[in-house]
């Protein structure tokens, strides 16, 4: 259930999203290939006429942060000054993990290179989304993603009840810091961050002996490994959802999809 006091804001959000699209100003903007995941979902979405090439990893089912059907409809790169060399981009984007090497060789042929760092909040989220937007010259579709997104954080804010602790807990026991994309998504969708209420910075680690000794009251398993599939985790199945990993690491339109993944716990949880 949903606010209802928001179904206006809601309507009026959504017939903005749903607005038809101007003319493209393909010819005018530049050719961009992005070497980051979280960048290739975004620029796909925004500026598919102007991505010459997604990253590797969008190609793979396990690392993509958008379908893969999507992606394969552009060409994949390993990230090398040579692969890059000869699609010849206007733009290359890439993470702020770019070897320094190949982008000073990127650098040195003429490329321009942008770089575009980790966000720790929704507001984060909807100016990286504004900025990939306008580096391809496509500003209004950036701003349609950016009410899609928002239409879809409204959506998932619960009636004013007593918010949920959630422990959002990733292969080797890892948990989000309270600076994290996702710990803001876990308070407007109604939870309250379970590992940063200990203190628990990001990157910090819950062992199953903590889990079980003092659970939260929503699990949020959202690894694969040994501890997220142990045994006496079947003790604390009913208040264990699965959360795919992949909504923890980007925004732009995966936000749409932990919003609305992170309503549906949420509603099971309280019912």
């Not at 390993?78 to 320094?100: C, N, Q, R």
Request: proline share 6%.
């Amino acid at each position: 259930m949903r606010r209802g006091a928001h179904i206006a804001v809601l309507a009026s959000l959504l017939a903005a999203a749903c607005a038809p699209a101007p003319d493209s100003t393909a010819a005018k903007a530049p050719r961009i290939v992005s070497l980051n995941p979280c960048a290739d979902a975004i620029l796909a979405e925004v500026a598919p006429d102007h991505l010459v090439a997604v990253s590797h990893y969008s190609h793979d089912p396990a690392s993509s942060s958008m379908g893969v059907a999507q992606a394969g409809r552009f060409a994949a790169t390993a990230g090398s000054a040579e692969e890059i060399a000869k699609l010849d981009p206007d733009i290359v984007v890439a993470g702020t993990f770019l070897p320094p090497a190949t982008e000073r060789a990127l650098s040195a042929m003429g490329y321009r290179v942008v770089k575009t760092g980790s966000i720790a909040s929704l507001d984060d989220a909807r100016q990286q989304v504004r900025d990939l937007a306008a580096l391809a010259g496509e500003q209004k579709a950036g701003e349609r993603l950016v009410t899609e997104i928002e239409v879809s954080v409204l959506a998932a804010m619960p009636l004013e009840q007593e918010p949920v602790s959630a422990l959002v807990w990733q292969s080797g026991g890892l948990v989000p810091g309270e600076q994290t994309l996702v710990s803001d998504l876990l308070h407007h969708a109604g939870f309250t961050n379970f590992s940063a209420g200990r203190g628990l910075g990001q990157g910090a680690v819950v062992p199953l002996e903590d889990v079980l000794a003092d659970p939260p009251q929503v699990i949020l398993n959202a690894g694969s490994g040994r501890m997220q599939n142990h045994p006496a985790l079947g003790a604390l199945a009913d208040r264990t959802a699965q959360f795919d990993t992949k909504l923890t690491w980007c925004g732009g339109p995966t936000i749409i999809a932990a919003a609305a993944r992170l309503a549906e716990i949420r509603e099971g949880a309280v019912r």
